[in-house]
């Protein structure tokens, strides 16, 4: 019995050790190993040269990032659109074939269980890429949808919580699910062009991925790679694809990028310099700037537009019409001092508006150059651009807090703030 429990036990620990991601030994070739972290289940790069050197390569040239941990979905079937249409809060009956669209994922009471991208191969094929530390939760969801069309399951607690309706006729979906179908990497920045312009010599290939828009995506082959090429990214970046490709090719168009883009300054960058090009775009990361601690709603977060209300049903629509009209606290982007010497902001410390009195909190912090970006969680009416704003570090040891920090800040108490900066633009453009 106790060698039983031992082996669960170390079962148990097993599935909670990270895994490598295809780009493994591609990354430990790159970076020493003390670089390498555990991030959502995998292990990664938080950096192969520096973050600073890398951000700059992202805005300045060309950066490439290892994705292939991010979760594919391969949804596909007669009813793929309609299922997708009622799963997401976006209208799939306005995406096009080769097109993307950025949507939600939410469980019945509104609660955000991911943000989604949905690709649209076909009238009846999509995949769907969900972040990879919702990837199990995101598949568990579908295929209870899926399967347990009667039994009693999360399905027919949907029934009840969305006033009798529910999500598709389901005894007629015919969906498959393939979730190693394909692994993202992620080529960003203004060259990102001209390193496609080495990688294929071909130019009616050139023109068409030259002219593909944001959000568009088409398939092709790059140097004999077959791959999927999307205008889409994480960075902000004007000039940014994600490639989507077989896993076991995966290594090998890596290698073929980083060739190519080399002469043209393209660094391959880690997860130090993916969250602070998200931060100073004004992106949001799931846990952080939606649902996490807070709860935070896609309205909250400034993607309401992905929202489609008008839509017929859509799990948790009932629950976002609530708060489309009652929500009272929003994200926000703020520009704060950061030259040598003044102390990083970090999550959960204050935000103050112009008279000292707490507004909300700092979910994520990036020193970039000699500034500090943060994206903050506050008031909804608080705050306007260039609006002055204060900042109030919180205790973050013993002796803090001896000396009369505060640990934790409620929103509407007086404080002298420490650092003082201004609102900026909530989505930067680069």
Not at 63 to 85: K, R, W
Not at 279 to 300: R, T
Not at 379 to 399: C, F, I, M, Q
């Amino acid at each position: 019995m106790l060698q039983n429990d031992a082996n669960k036990s170390q079962l148990r620990e097993a599935e909670k050790a990270p895994k490598q991601t295809v780009l493994y030994d591609q990354n430990v070739g790159l970076t020493d190993k003390s670089h390498i972290v555990s991030f959502a289940g995998y292990l990664m790069p938080l950096w192969y040269s520096s973050i600073t050197s890398e951000h700059t390569a992202a805005r300045e040239a060309a950066g490439i990032f290892d994705c292939t941990h991010m979760g594919v979905l391969e949804i596909s079937g007669v009813d793929a659109a309609e299922f997708i249409d009622q799963l997401t809060t976006n209208s799939i009956t306005n995406l096009k074939v080769k097109h993307a669209q950025y949507s939600f994922i939410l469980d019945a009471s509104g609660g955000v269980l991911d943000d989604v991208i949905v690709y649209r191969k076909d009238r009846d094929k999509f995949f769907v890429v969900v972040n990879a530390a919702n990837n199990t939760k995101i598949k568990n969801w579908i295929n209870a949808l899926l399967k347990n069309r009667s039994q009693k399951s999360e399905v027919r607690r949907q029934k009840s919580e969305v006033g009798g309706q529910i999500i598709c006729p389901l005894s007629s979906v015919i969906c498959s699910l393939s979730y190693d179908c394909m692994v993202d990497i992620a080529l960003q920045g203004p060259k990102s062009l001209d390193v496609f312009s080495v990688l294929t010599q071909n130019k009616e290939t050139q023109s068409k991925i030259a002219d593909l828009r944001p959000f568009q995506f088409m398939e092709t082959d790059i140097k004999g790679i077959g791959c999927l090429i999307s205008r889409t990214g994480y960075t902000g970046a004007k000039s940014g694809f994600e490639l989507f490709v077989h896993p076991e090719r995966a290594s090998q168009l890596w290698e073929t990028i980083l060739q190519a883009g080399k002469p043209l300054g393209l660094l391959p960058c880690g997860l130090g310099s993916r969250d602070s090009l998200r931060i100073e775009a004004g992106l949001p990361l799931y846990g952080h700037e939606l649902a996490g601690k807070f709860g935070i709603s896609p309205f909250e977060a400034g993607y309401g537009w992905a929202v489609k209300l008008e839509k017929k049903f859509f799990i948790g629509k009932t629950a976002m019409e609530r708060i489309s009209r009652e929500y009272d606290m929003k994200v926000a982007r703020i520009e704060l001092p950061g030259t040598k010497g003044i102390r990083p902001v970090r999550q959960n410390d204050g935000v103050l508006d112009k008279h000292g009195r707490s507004i909300g909190w700092v979910l994520s912090c990036a020193r970039i150059g000699e500034k500090q970006i943060a994206l903050v969680y506050v008031d909804r009416k608080s705050l306007e651009e260039n609006d002055a704003v204060g900042l109030y570090y919180s205790a973050r040891s013993r002796s803090h807090i001896q000396q009369g920090r505060k640990q934790s800040i409620d929103k509407g108490e007086l404080l002298e703030p420490d650092l003082t900066g201004k609102v900026v633009v909530r989505f930067a453009k680069f």
